[in-house]
């Protein structure tokens, strides 16, 4: 008996497995829908890090897999993403933005020779950038408790007034 896809057992699903999905994708909308600006680009740093992760390992794993693939074309829109989410001309979004090109560069380079270790030193950049949007979101979070510096101890009164300035787009 040969397979085809209209085969009565390719339509076999598990017992609420659409449901879960759809959970999980209401609960990512969701998150996405209400999440701050600096909580946005954390979520798209931490995917690149699993992507790089991914790729890397399938480059170490899987000869035929090497080169350009699903894992370095997603890693290269996350970059670019995040790219796209710099706006200014202060010297910190200069920087960061060259980061960036420096990545997307790095990621290109490394895609010729299958490179996995230049890979793995990329994606360690981008766990250092996430652990500082960790930061702010945490400081995010702190300057929203009433009363509470980053310490955890009670802070001055913080005034609403001053401009907001820079380039990172995290006002939304």
Avoid at 100 to 110: D, I, N, R
């Amino acid at each position: 008996m040969s397979y085809s896809p209209s085969h009565a057992a390719s339509n076999y699903q598990p017992s609420g497995h659409k449901q879960s999905r759809r959970s999980t994708d209401g609960y990512l909308e969701s998150s996405i829908q209400h999440a701050t600006p600096a909580r946005l680009r954390l979520m798209i740093l931490e995917r690149a890090v699993e992507v790089a992760r991914m790729l890397a390992n399938t480059w170490r794993t899987q000869p035929d897999k090497k080169g350009s693939n699903e894992y370095s074309l997603k890693l290269l829109d996350l970059i670019t993403e995040l790219l796209s989410g710099i706006t200014g001309n202060e010297e910190v979004c200069v920087q960061v933005a060259d980061l960036y090109v420096f990545l997307s560069k790095h990621l290109l380079l490394s895609e010729q020779t299958s490179d996995a270790d230049a890979v793995d030193e990329l994606r360690q950049i981008l766990e250092i950038e996430a652990d500082t949007w960790r930061m702010v979101c945490a400081n995010e979070t702190l300057a929203k408790t009433p009363g509470l510096s980053s310490a955890g101890t009670p802070a001055a009164p913080v005034s609403t007034d001053a401009p907001i300035s820079g380039g990172l787009n995290l006002q939304g």
